[in-house]
């Protein structure tokens, strides 16, 4: 517990303020939907491949790199889907558009907690893993096939 406590807290906020950085970096590059993706497929690729190697979990190297990436990809994710949102709120109302989309965020969040805990009740949590592996690879797919184009919208 004190170890997971320690890479959490000291190396997963080392990380995730380092990809922060970076990952605005990268928006100004790659553009807000294009990041959105490979963040995406990346998260997509590193729950399924990390949920089959549960078994060597007790490895000191591979949990410390599992709790940071673990760590790091809720930030991205965030860096990736503000530009988003913000291009989503309408002018003028603006300024209680994007509160509540933040809300929404947060509200997931805690709805995500909360779910987990009653999933790891009845099930493990490299299956809870592996599952949100395969819903995700769903939604990159369906993402890479349908190819969202942007709307321009109107004031």
Not at 1 to 27: E, M, N, P, R
Request: with cysteine.
């Amino acid at each position: 517990d004190a170890d997971v406590s320690i890479l959490q807290g000291s190396w997963g906020s080392l990380a995730a303020f380092v990809l922060l950085l970076g990952g605005g970096v990268l928006v100004d590059r790659l553009g807000t939907a294009r990041l959105q993706y490979w963040v995406m497929v990346g998260y997509t690729f590193f729950l399924l491949v990390f949920s089959a190697l549960a078994p060597f979990w007790h490895i000191r190297a591979l949990g410390f790199a599992g709790l940071v990436l673990m760590n790091v990809a809720d930030p991205l994710l965030s860096v990736a889907a503000m530009p988003l949102l913000m291009a989503f709120c309408r002018p003028k109302i603006e300024g209680s558009q994007f509160p509540t989309y933040m809300a929404l965020v947060n509200l997931c969040g805690v709805a995500s907690s909360y779910l987990n805990g009653w999933l790891l009740e009845v099930t493990t949590a490299p299956l809870i893993g592996l599952a949100c592996g395969g819903l995700m690879l769903g939604l990159v797919v369906a993402l890479r096939r349908l190819r969202p184009q942007p709307v321009l919208v109107q004031a």
